[in-house]
């Protein structure tokens, strides 16, 4: 499954302001970080703003901070800010979709689309936060000994 560039954007940001909420990130900073272009990551921070889960801050050194609750916000909320994900997934239309193998493959689109709904809903931004620390850790220890072996 591939989801929208901005709800990826949103996502990252979410996890980036999550990770110390007293800290304030530029749209820039952020956009910097991820390769996003600044006008494309400003649209997803007012999105993220009108939902309240950042709070842009003005002024010298300005930009936005997550007040959201990580441990309640959910990938799914986010995604659903962004795209439409559906209970009950694709709509048959074509032709093939009609026939009895293409209402099975619809029917096995359906529960993966359900699935994936039931995935994104039981992840919240807490439990990125816990998977991008594992990640940076598993990064550092491999960094570690490969010079221990150098």
């Known amino acids: 499954m591939?989801?929208?560039?901005?709800?990826?954007?949103?996502?990252?940001?979410l996890v980036e302001?999550?990770?110390?909420?007293?800290?304030?990130?530029?749209?820039?900073d952020i956009g910097e970080k991820y390769g996003a272009s600044a006008h494309h990551l400003a649209k997803?921070?007012?999105?993220?703003?009108?939902?309240g889960l950042v709070q842009s801050v003005r002024g010298v050194g300005g930009g936005y901070?997550?007040?959201g609750n990580a441990r309640r916000v959910t990938?799914?909320?986010?995604?659903?800010?962004?795209?439409?994900?559906?209970p009950g997934g694709?709509?048959?239309?074509?032709?093939?979709?009609?026939?009895?193998?293409?209402?099975?493959?619809q029917h096995v689109?359906?529960?993966v689309d359900d699935f994936a709904r039931a995935t994104f809903g039981s992840i919240t931004i807490a439990t990125m936060l816990k998977l991008v620390e594992?990640?940076?850790?598993?990064?550092?220890?491999?960094?570690?000994a490969s010079h221990v072996e150098a």
Do not use: C, H, W, Y
């Not at 694709?90 to 493959?105: C, F, I, M």
């Open 90 to 105: 694709s709509e048959q239309g074509e032709t093939v979709d009609r026939t009895e193998a293409g209402e099975a493959l």
């Open 65 to 67: 901070r997550f007040v």
């Open 17 to 28: 302001l999550a990770a110390d909420p007293t800290r304030q990130a530029s749209v820039a």
């Open 2 to 13: 591939r989801l929208q560039i901005s709800s990826r954007l949103a996502i990252f940001a």
């Open 44 to 51: 997803v921070m007012n999105a993220l703003g009108r939902a």
């Open 109 to 111: 689109l359906r529960e």
């Open 75 to 86: 990938l799914l909320d986010v995604i659903l800010l962004f795209e439409e994900m559906s």
């Open 134 to 144: 594992r990640r940076r850790q598993r990064k550092e220890e491999k960094r570690a």
